[in-house]
C-alpha cells in the first residue's frame, strides 16, 4: 500500500495547506502523472499528480480540510494488491463538490466552496445548480453569488404576497474564517503582527508630475505602463544602497538574511483575496519588461492560474492602494520579509501631481534613520524618473 504524504510545497515557513478539490475517488483506478488533488498554501493553489499508477484505496480528507505538510492524504494499492471499491452510493455521499440531480438533465457538477454549500443548506435549501457563478475560478459560486441569489428570492416571495407586514431587522452575518485564501490572509498577517511586533512606519510626499507625464505619454503611444512598473523598478534601484531592506526572518534559526536578488512583490487584489506576485530580479529588467511581467501577473493571480515559481522568492513588496482609492495607509509587512512600500492616489495640486508613499519596516533589523533614508532616496528616483529608467 502506496501513502501518499502532503509534501513540502510552499517553502519559506509553509507548513500547511488546504485540500481545495480532489480529482479522483476511492475505487478510481489513477494513471502515474494523473493529476490527483489541488491544495492551496498562503503562496499558491497547485494541482499534485500521483506519482504512481494503482487503485484508490482511501482518501484520509475531504475537500475544505486544512493539513500539516507529511501527512498522508490518500493511500493507494499498487499492482498486486486488492483495492476494495467503495458502493457507489456511499462515493457519491462523500464527493465534493456534490452532484445534485436536476429533474429533466441528469446529474450537473457544482463548484461551490464547503462554506458556500453549507450556508445555501442553512438558509432554506438554496438550489446551488440554477446559480451562475460570477467570477469565481471555473465558474465556482462564490458567497457574493449565495447573497444575490438568496435576494432575488426574497425579492420574488415579497411580490408574491397579498398582505402586508412588518419588516423585522435582518440577522448579523457570522463570518468564520474557515477556509480558503481569507483564512490563509488572515494566519499570515497575524503572524506577520505577532512575529515581529516592532512594526514602525515613515512616509512622504512625492511629486509624481515627471512620472505621470511619461506615463501618459508612453501610454499614447500604445505601451501600457503603470505606476505600479515605475516603483517596482525604482525600489529595486533604490535597494541596492540600502540592503538591510532587501532582506527576509530565518526564523528557525533567528537571524536575517541579506538577498542578493531583488525579487520584488507585488500585491494583487483578486476575488478570493490578497495575492502577493513576485517580479524577480526587477534590477536587471528594462521598464517595458516589468510593465509587461506586471501585467501578465495580476491578470493570472485574478483567474487564479499563478504557478508555485511566481509566488516564492519575493525580498520586498510593493502594494498600489491608490489603484482603488484612498490617500494613506499603513502596510503590514509581506512576512518573512522585513518592509513593504504602499503607494497611494495620485492628486493634483495646482499643475503638478503629488502621491503619498509609506514603508513599514521590521525595527528589530531596520531603524527609523535607515527606513527615512531609503524613502528619500526613493523620492529621489521617482521624481526624477531617468534616473532609474535607463539602469
Not at 302 to 309: F, M, S
Not at 320 to 339: K, R
Amino acid at each position: 500500500m502506496y501513502e501518499f504524504r502532503l509534501p513540502d510545497i510552499g517553502g519559506e515557513g509553509v507548513s500547511e495547506g488546504e485540500i481545495v478539490k480532489w480529482h479522483v475517488r476511492e475505487g478510481d483506478r489513477i494513471r502515474k502523472d494523473q493529476d490527483m488533488v489541488e491544495v492551496m498554501t498562503d503562496k499558491v493553489t497547485v494541482k499534485i499528480p500521483s506519482p504512481i499508477e494503482g487503485v484508490v484505496k482511501s482518501i484520509k480528507y475531504p475537500e475544505g480540510s486544512v493539513v500539516k505538510v507529511g501527512t498522508v492524504l490518500i493511500e493507494i494499492s499498487t499492482e498486486g494488491e486488492v483495492a476494495s471499491p467503495k458502493p457507489a452510493e456511499a462515493k457519491e455521499a462523500r464527493e465534493v463538490p456534490v452532484q445534485v440531480q436536476r429533474p429533466a438533465g441528469g446529474a450537473t457538477r457544482v463548484l461551490a466552496s464547503p462554506a458556500v454549500r453549507r450556508i445555501a443548506r442553512e438558509r432554506g435549501g438554496i438550489d446551488l445548480t440554477v446559480i451562475k457563478g460570477s467570477g469565481g475560478p471555473n465558474g465556482r459560486v462564490t458567497l457574493d453569488d449565495l447573497r444575490a441569489a438568496e435576494s432575488a428570492r426574497a425579492t420574488r416571495s415579497e411580490t408574491a404576497k397579498v398582505s402586508t407586514q412588518m419588516v423585522t431587522a435582518e440577522e448579523d452575518q457570522i463570518l468564520e474564517i474557515r477556509g480558503g485564501l481569507r483564512r490563509l490572509i488572515f494566519e499570515k498577517m497575524s503572524k506577520a503582527k505577532s512575529e515581529m511586533p516592532p512594526h514602525f512606519m515613515v512616509s512622504e510626499r512625492f511629486d509624481v508630475t515627471h512620472l505621470k507625464a511619461i506615463i501618459d505619454d508612453l501610454g499614447k503611444r500604445g505601451s501600457r505602463v503603470t505606476y505600479t512598473s515605475m516603483f517596482i523598478k525604482a525600489v529595486s534601484v533604490a535597494l541596492r544602497d540600502y540592503p538591510y531592506l532587501n532582506a527576509i526572518y530565518d526564523e528557525a534559526n533567528r537571524r536575517y538574511l541579506l538577498k542578493k536578488r531583488y525579487n520584488i512583490g507585488m500585491a494583487v487584489d483578486t476575488e478570493q483575496g490578497l495575492t502577493v506576485a513576485v517580479v524577480k530580479d526587477a534590477d536587471r529588467k528594462s521598464i517595458m519588461q516589468i510593465a509587461s511581467e506586471v501585467r501578465d501577473l495580476a491578470e493570472r493571480a485574478r483567474k487564479g492560474q499563478l504557478t508555485l515559481e511566481e509566488v516564492q522568492g519575493s525580498t520586498f513588496t510593493v502594494s498600489n492602494v491608490g489603484s482603488i482609492g484612498g490617500l494613506f495607509s499603513t502596510p503590514i509587512i509581506n512576512y518573512p520579509e522585513v518592509a513593504i512600500l504602499a503607494m497611494h492616489r495620485a492628486f493634483q495640486e495646482g499643475e503638478r501631481f503629488f502621491m503619498y508613499c509609506s514603508l513599514s519596516c521590521d525595527h528589530r533589523l531596520i531603524d527609523g534613520a535607515m527606513a527615512t533614508r531609503f524613502l528619500i532616496r526613493l523620492k529621489e528616483l521617482i521624481e526624477n524618473p531617468y534616473l532609474f529608467m535607463v539602469v
